[in-house]
């Protein structure tokens, strides 16, 4: 079946502009997560729902980050005013439920000039 | 707080030689273990895991044992084959952050014919 998808693929943004990255979860898959990847590191949590409930959204780094799922399905990632500090892989991951296996997308590469 | 430390890359060896990637975890309680696998161009999949002391994972060839007394988890292949070059990640899962998975900074493995 099919797997996480994400868009853009890649997104190249001039500082100051806002962006959203979008991710389709597997379907069904309840537990949805947003990682940070910055280049040569090892993925970082950013936010977690459950349905449309983000139950923890501890690694968000700044408040011009915010994510939301609102039909419990798609989840959009949004970062305002972006900074080239931002500039990164960003994951998506879903599972069926928490503490099950999390499926990961191809991810959205940022580049912030 | 939890972490994981892994072997620096980059790993570079001959088809057909052995493969040791160190991995050695920090956490409170009895966390679960995973080797993540990231090939060129691709997303992250999971390669193997391992939920309690003495586990032994394994997929495609590669092993991996839950060592609770040295906190270890070492990823291992008796033989690599050129398809196994990719960027590796140690990770875990632990009841204190049992909604994210906390990853190692990854090692690239490049295996020459």
């Known amino acids: 079946g099919a797997g996480v998808s994400q868009s853009p693929r890649y997104k190249v943004a001039k500082r100051g502009q806002d962006v959203a990255l979008r991710c389709d979860p597997i379907?069904?898959?309840?537990?949805l997560f947003w990682y940070q990847q910055a280049l040569g590191q090892g993925p970082e949590f950013l936010t977690y729902f459950q349905n449309e409930a983000q139950l923890d959204k501890s690694g968000l780094p700044s408040d011009r980050f915010f994510a939301e799922r609102p039909e419990g399905s798609v989840s959009t990632l949004k970062i305002q005013r972006t900074q080239q500090e931002d500039s990164a892989v960003y994951l998506c991951?879903?599972?069926?439920?928490?503490?099950?296996?999390?499926?990961f997308g191809p991810g959205t590469r940022l580049l912030v000039l | 707080g939890d972490s994981v430390t892994q072997m620096e890359g980059p790993v570079t060896l001959s088809e057909e030689a052995f493969l040791t990637i160190n991995c050695t975890y920090t956490?409170?309680?009895?966390?679960?273990l995973f080797w993540y696998v990231q090939y060129p161009g691709e997303g992250l999949q999971l390669l193997l895991k391992a939920t309690k002391a003495d586990d032994k994972g394994s997929n495609k060839g590669f092993e991996a044992t839950y060592r609770k007394e040295t906190t270890s988890f070492h990823l291992e292949k008796g033989s690599v084959q050129v398809s196994d070059s990719a960027v590796y990640f140690c990770?875990?899962?632990?009841?204190?952050?049992?909604?994210?998975?906390?990853f190692g900074s990854g090692t690239r493995l490049s295996i020459r014919p």
């Open positions: 956490a409170t309680g009895y966390p679960s």
């Open positions: 379907s069904g898959h309840v537990s």
């Open positions: 990770a875990l899962s632990s009841y204190s952050s049992a909604s994210k998975i906390i």
């Open positions: 991951a879903s599972s069926l439920a928490l503490k099950e296996t999390q499926y």
